[in-house]
């Protein structure tokens, strides 16, 4: 098993443009996160998802937009990037359990400019 | 929510030398999960422990949920153990399965 996989691994953006940042799953897993990560703190959730076609807003949802239409992959999506999104990415992804044990993806750093 | 709070923020030690570190949580866990983040960003599942005693190589954890806290123990440690050990909890009463994670302790082994 891969696990979870993310790409790109780096991106610089601009202030404006737009990118869609992956992830992919290869252990039937349910749940699918995806988490910020600013210099210097723990992580925060974006969105998440528990199931294909079922997503839900996290802590810090604004500018995001996702989508879940197989069980593997999980994309997130920038819309007008701004320098506040400069950050890096973490998608993660769990069993439909009680045990809610997560598992990462290597991460995406994001530059906006 | 939930609040994380992890001690000591940075710990400096010398190879071999052993250190504790600590977890507190204020409400009750369904999952806990220690990580280690190494200076790549990486982030490396050590140990799921929402309760109990667990022990890997020269690394263990133990949860005492009642009191709610956890420990991670590192031993003899080496320069690769340097990085950030991050402890995150799903709380028993949310609703979203999300993990809130404490700000970390900065762990730096010098040789």
């Known amino acids: 098993n891969a696990g979870v996989t993310q790409t790109p691994k780096f991106r610089i953006l601009k202030i404006g443009q737009s990118m869609t940042l992956q992830c992919t799953q290869d252990m039937n897993h349910n749940y699918m996160y995806w988490y910020r990560q600013d210099p210097g703190m723990g992580l925060k959730l974006i969105y998440y998802s528990v199931g294909a076609g079922i997503t839900d807003k996290g802590e810090v949802p604004n500018g995001y937009n996702v989508s879940r239409s197989t069980t593997e992959d999980f994309p997130l999506r920038l819309e007008l990037a701004a320098p506040s999104q400069t950050s890096v990415y973490f998608c993660?992804?769990?069993?439909?359990?009680?045990?809610?044990?997560?598992?990462f993806g290597p991460g995406t750093r994001l530059t906006v400019t | 929510g939930i609040q994380v709070e992890q001690s000591p923020p940075d710990l400096i030690l010398q190879e071999g030398a052993n250190s504790t570190l600590r977890c507190n949580f204020s409400d009750s866990v369904n999952n806990l999960q220690w990580f280690h983040q190494n200076p790549w960003g990486q982030l490396i599942n050590l140990f799921y422990i929402p309760s109990g005693t667990k022990q890997n190589g020269r690394l263990s954890a133990t949860t005492v949920a009642t009191e709610r806290y956890s420990l991670l123990y590192i031993s003899s440690s080496q320069t690769t153990d340097s990085g950030v050990y991050f402890c995150a909890v799903v709380s028993s009463g949310g609703s979203n399965y999300k993990l809130t994670f404490g700000k970390g302790t900065l762990l730096t082994v010098n040789p």
């Open positions: 993660a992804s769990s069993y439909l359990d009680s045990s809610y044990e997560q598992y």
